[in-house]
């Protein structure tokens, strides 16, 4: 397991071909339970350490829900992108199966999350720095993935990672600020 991790992070492209040769789905969503669950349970059980060990649980068992569901659904979108662009040698089941290893990062800065815990609120400027530094670490697996699963090169891999998610800042987030700056308009 520790091999396996490391090679995923650390020699991402030969990891991530291993990988794609056989069947992962199983361990894929294992390690994304664990790296979620363990990075969102040692910062909401340090938070939240006067709430009862329910509702910590129940926060855990949401964010990891919410944020599979999630991940499996942004990589439906970049198979469709890359289909749409014309590499279609893709394997879908074999991107969905990387999916699960891209979370890796966030198991590695768990024990920094513990840190930023036990500096009180000063460790929110430490956890909000170390959620970027973990999405940024993603997202270049993410394209390590990409590049893997449709034999494609990694600029291209790049270029579909940001296309994707301006797709999804356009959808979603850009109507929401719109929305603001006319509220606000309208208030002063």
């Given at each position: 397991m520790r091999r396996k991790t490391f090679d995923v992070l650390f020699d991402t492209k030969a990891g991530m071909t291993l990988l794609v040769k056989r069947p992962c789905l199983w361990r894929s969503g294992w390690y994304f339970t664990m790296s979620?669950?363990?990075?969102t349970g040692v910062a909401?059980?340090?938070w939240l350490l006067e709430q009862p060990l329910e509702v910590r649980f129940a926060?855990?068992?949401?964010?990891?829900?919410?944020?599979?569901?999630?991940?499996?659904?942004?990589g439906f979108?970049?198979?469709?992108?890359?289909?749409?662009f014309g590499a279609v040698s893709g394997d879908p089941k074999?991107?969905?199966?990387?999916?699960?290893?891209?979370?890796l990062p966030f198991l590695v800065l768990t024990?920094?999350?513990?840190?930023?815990?036990?500096l009180g609120l000063a460790g929110l400027v430490l956890l909000g720095g170390l959620i970027v530094v973990g999405a940024c670490w993603m997202l270049?697996?993410?394209m390590r993935?990409?590049?893997?699963v449709y034999l494609i090169d990694f600029k291209r891999a790049a270029a579909t990672v940001l296309f994707s998610l301006l797709l999804l800042y356009i959808v979603f987030v850009l109507p929401l600020q719109l929305l603001g700056c006319l509220l606000l308009r309208f208030l002063s």
């Open positions: 979620t669950g363990f990075f909401t059980n340090v926060i855990i068992v949401a964010s990891v829900i919410v944020l599979g569901t999630a991940l499996t659904l942004y979108l970049l198979h469709g992108i890359l289909e749409t074999g991107l969905i199966c990387l999916l699960g290893y891209t979370a024990p920094v999350s513990l840190l930023a815990g036990k270049y697996l993410l993935s990409l590049e893997v």
